[in-house]
DNA sequence: TACCGGAATGTTACCGGCAACATCGTCGGG
DNA sequence: CCCGACGATGTTGCCGGTAACATTCCGGTA
């Protein structure tokens, strides 16, 4: 289960290299960089003294020089969470592809002294820029009220679309055209907590698919992405439940209101509907599986990623590309029994 | 949703601090690590040109005079999975208290040539240590195959207590035990994949309490952690089903097996119990909630993270601290309808 | 044959810390 | 009154790279 490497020799310098090959270190540093006017024979000796001595650069002493380091610091939290966490996966691979290696810094996004000693410890190390993924009031209050020396791209987290794109591709948009479609008139909104810039966002495009398709909100409920809460919101409401609909905020969320229902002797989907948001691997395996929205959070990571080194290296930042999230329909969905056909 | 710092001045150093006190940059340098004999007088000015320009050391240029760093690279794969994720944020916590940045390194752990490539330019920053979380075989073998200069902490990443402990504490005996008790006397184990170390663990595991409570193994189908696989496995099995009681390897896989056997005519828990190991936040809000093994995740990571640290520091690593998994009853789990009671 | 210029390579200083060693000043004892 | 010792602080060199500048070695030309 364990192992220990003793291995005590400190590795290769360019120094090593360079006496190894009978050259100065300069030109072994010019070989490093491509430098192209090396002799061959030269050139040569050099790179068999480097795989010789398993030469690796120093990337401290590397940085401490150019000034500029190859590392970018992302700020999130709760990395249990599937949605954030393949964000960090696919900033992950983004910064990697561009060279760059992500120091992750997990917060309690809830405790702002602790969100400043996070931010203040990774701002040791000195970073090409950092993302801001995690973006409750609290990250974005503390964020802004320091002074990094760095670019800092601040993610709201969630899907976020430009506000004058159409309707059909605005968030919450199919999903609730669909359960109009199945003749859902009123309907609920599971929403995540209100300290969220993507849940804030995510409930104003509810409202206004709601009122765009002619439904009725009969509530907004706060809840904190968990499947308890869910729950919990379902259990808050009176006994004639108001709605035949619910839109839930994420998945996990979706999955606490569906056995709410189940518990209070409503069937999903021949009594009420339920939706998500995320697409979760899980989510097809819900009983019953659930119709939810698919997010491509790894391209969200991604482009997060991109848009802060475009800022590093001070150039245009690449467009968004427009993000339609895709309806996925399952089986928590179903005709309004209610409904006037 | 963006924001720039543009902000060009350089970081402060110890000389811009020296210069504005009056002092030499020793002297701030002295203060920096404590010494005591500097006359308060100084102190105090030292201390507030450091506070007045907002000085923070540069790790980078520390760590290389002093030829040690204070980061550790953590290699594990796909941290959308509960466990490895829980895994990684204990470490990370771990980590951070004692004064270390954890770089986070997700590898494609079946692709021998990525997990190369990532251990690659992990190395290249000076690293006090690396954690491999990630233990499939793939990985193993790369790690052992690769020569640090550092030293490395192979966890297995799943649950692992020492072979010679009390059959009761031992992996899944709890859920064995409560199964038995239940009266089911035929099991079928949906497990992990073969190549994860811990998968195989958890298998023989398994084998070992099924032979202990006198119950019958009826087959062990390899899963791979996902609900999709526990889903197949239950469709795989023949019209009859073998069994009354399926473990799976973990929560979703469990979740699968409930939505497949729901489409087979099962009910669970009144036709056929099912459990799962992890106990995730998802796992009290399946319909039905999930009969589970707690794992304290959290307290593994912790756990890597003292290990490599005693490694690095060179002194006797802290023992085990004996962790017992806790059985979670909820209502996936009931009586067998078959037993002869 | 002396000279010029560019290609190939070497030398040097610096990045921001740390630590060994050097220096300064002051106080107490002989 | 001088000197030693010690406390407080300054000077220097080094860690492993990078880059500006310097030097060497050619061949080609006048």
Redesign the interface.
């Known amino acids: 289960?364990?192992?220990?490497?003793p291995?005590v020799?400190?590795?290769a310098t360019i120094y090593d290299v360079a006496r190894a090959a009978g050259v100065s270190h300069a030109t072994v540093t010019r070989l490093l960089k491509g430098y192209a006017g090396i002799r061959p024979e030269t050139r040569d000796r050099v790179t068999e003294a480097i795989r010789e001595l398993?030469y690796?650069?120093?990337?401290?002493?590397r940085?401490?020089t150019t000034?500029r380091?190859h590392?970018i610091a992302a700020l999130t939290h709760e990395?249990?969470q599937?949605g954030p966490?393949?964000i960090?996966?696919g900033a992950?691979?983004a910064a990697?592809d561009a060279g760059y290696?992500?120091?992750?810094i997990?917060l309690d996004v809830h405790d702002p002294a602790a969100i400043r000693e996070?931010i203040?410890?990774?701002?040791?190390?000195?970073l090409a820029g950092v993302l801001a993924l995690a973006s409750t009031d609290e990250v974005t209050k503390a964020?802004?009220t320091t002074?990094?020396?760095?670019?800092?791209?601040?993610?709201?987290g969630h899907d976020?679309v430009p506000s004058d794109s159409t309707p059909a591709f605005n968030g919450l948009f199919p999903l609730l055209q669909h359960l109009a479609e199945l003749g859902h008139r009123d309907v609920v909104h599971i929403a995540g907590p209100s300290g969220w810039v993507g849940a804030r966002n995510r409930a104003r495009e509810y409202e206004a698919a709601v009122a765009e398709l002619g439904m009725r909100s009969q509530g907004l409920i706060h809840g904190d992405w968990?499947?308890?809460s869910?729950?919990q919101a379902i259990l808050s409401l009176p006994d004639d439940l108001p709605a035949t609909a619910f839109v839930a905020a994420n998945d996990?969320t979706a999955?606490?209101a569906?056995?709410a229902l189940?518990e209070r002797g409503y069937r999903v989907p021949d009594d009420v509907s339920v939706t998500g948001v995320d697409d979760t691997?899980?989510a097809?395996?819900?009983?019953p599986?659930l119709t939810t929205l698919r997010i491509d959070f790894a391209a969200q990571g991604r482009h997060a990623v991109q848009?802060l080194l475009a800022?590093i290296d001070g150039v245009p930042?690449p467009p968004m590309p427009p993000r339609i999230p895709e309806l996925i329909v399952r089986r928590s969905t179903g005709n309004n029994p209610r409904a006037v056909q």
């Open positions: 289960m364990t192992e220990t490497q291995s020799e400190r590795p398993g690796r650069p120093n990337l401290n002493a940085s401490l000034g380091s590392r990395i249990t599937v966490n393949r960090l996966e992950n691979m990697r290696l992500l120091d992750v997990t996070s203040d410890l990774a701002l040791q190390f000195d964020v802004e002074t990094f020396r760095v670019p800092v791209y601040l993610a709201t976020r968990s499947s308890r869910g729950y996990q999955l606490g569906i056995l189940n691997p899980e097809a395996y819900f009983s599986p848009q800022l930042p």
